[in-house]
């Protein structure tokens, strides 16, 4: 099972949003390699939620529970995929920590750091929950299935 980063601004839609809402469709993704990335995720997978912008850290863990489909509400011929939260990490896992570790130096956050959907290897994925304390974050409601309006939360997801 394949392993993913997707990164969002804080305050357009953060891990928090995500564990209020329950779920959402993760939408906005424009570059055409994070959206070959987003059309890859199959549903069960599980997906890092970083937080880009001052907070630079991965927060929270979420699971793809529906697969890819066409937005139809993106003119642009975008795509989106349901995701709902699994967990908090806490404490985050920052950038700077990412960073130090010789073991993540091939992490594609690193190398396209513009992308707002990444793979993540297994071994990337252990070595960054190694880097927290998994067992301590807050538990989020996997599996919701609440529908949002439009209104109520922004359209752009990722950086990309």
Known sequence: MAHWLVKSEPGAYSYADLE???????????????LRHLKAMRPGEELF????????????????????RPDPADDRGSWMVRVAPVRAVDPPVTLAQMRADPALAGLPLFRISRLSV???????WRRILASSRPGL???????????????????KRGAT
Do not use: K, M
Not at 20 to 34: F, K, P, Q, S
Not at 55 to 65: C, D
Not at 137 to 155: F, L, T, V, W, Y
């Open 118 to 124: 990444l793979p993540i290897t297994g071994t990337e």
């Open 20 to 34: 209020r809402e329950r779920a959402t469709d993760w939408n906005g993704v424009h570059n055409a390699l994070a």
């Open 137 to 155: 974050g807050r538990q989020g409601s996997a599996g919701g299935s609440r529908s949002q309006s439009r209104a109520a939360r922004p359209r």
């Open 49 to 68: 939620f970083y937080h880009s912008g001052a907070e630079r850290a991965v927060v929270g863990i979420a699971r793809v529970v529906a697969p890819p």
